[in-house]
């Protein structure tokens, strides 16, 4: 991380054999439209190398909101970096981004892999996905956006 750190970058990506795990502490989240053509946003799957954090969770839970508003599919699976530069270079490649419990979704600009460097531009038509559905989880978590107290 230190190395990370001196070279410009504000955190790591995790690989495992060349899929995508985490970062440091943000579970991940890709956007992209797929081979088939449908847009979805992918989280790979829980396994021993992966937290299931609460926000991640929460994503995934909320799938079907997400689907509706955004029209995309929420997936859980295995992606590796081959893929996500791959879609970058043909274009299908939207956004990147963290998840955690302690602060807004976290955009990932630049992903840098051996001899490739990725730069996303978080904007798509009509607006960023990712402050969409941070905006969907606010309203989730302060309940439709009225805050309750145990005594009301």
């Not at 001196?6 to 797929?34: A, M, R």
């Not at 829980?46 to 299931?52: E, F, G, K, R, V």
């Not at 590796?80 to 490649?93: A, Q």
């Not at 402050?131 to 005594?151: I, Q």
Request: aromatic residues 8%; proline residues 3%.
């Amino acid at each position: 991380m230190t190395d990370a750190k001196n070279n410009g970058f504000d955190d790591v990506l995790w690989l495992l054999d060349d899929y995508i795990k985490e970062c440091t502490i943000l579970n991940v989240f890709i956007l992209q439209q797929s081979r088939f053509g449908w847009m979805e946003l992918v989280t790979p799957d829980a396994d021993t190398c992966i937290l299931n954090g609460v926000t991640r969770q929460t994503i995934i839970d909320m799938k079907d909101k997400i689907e509706k508003q955004f029209n995309l599919k929420v997936v859980e699976r295995q992606i590796s970096i081959h893929e996500v530069i791959n879609s970058s270079k043909e274009g299908r490649l939207f956004e990147m981004f963290g998840a955690s419990t302690h602060c807004p979704l976290m955009p990932i600009n630049r992903v840098v892999y051996r001899d490739t460097t990725i730069m996303l531009n978080q904007e798509i038509t009509g607006g960023s996905v990712s402050k969409g559905l941070d905006k969907m989880l606010m309203d989730e978590m302060k309940g439709n956006g009225k805050w309750t107290t145990p005594f009301e």
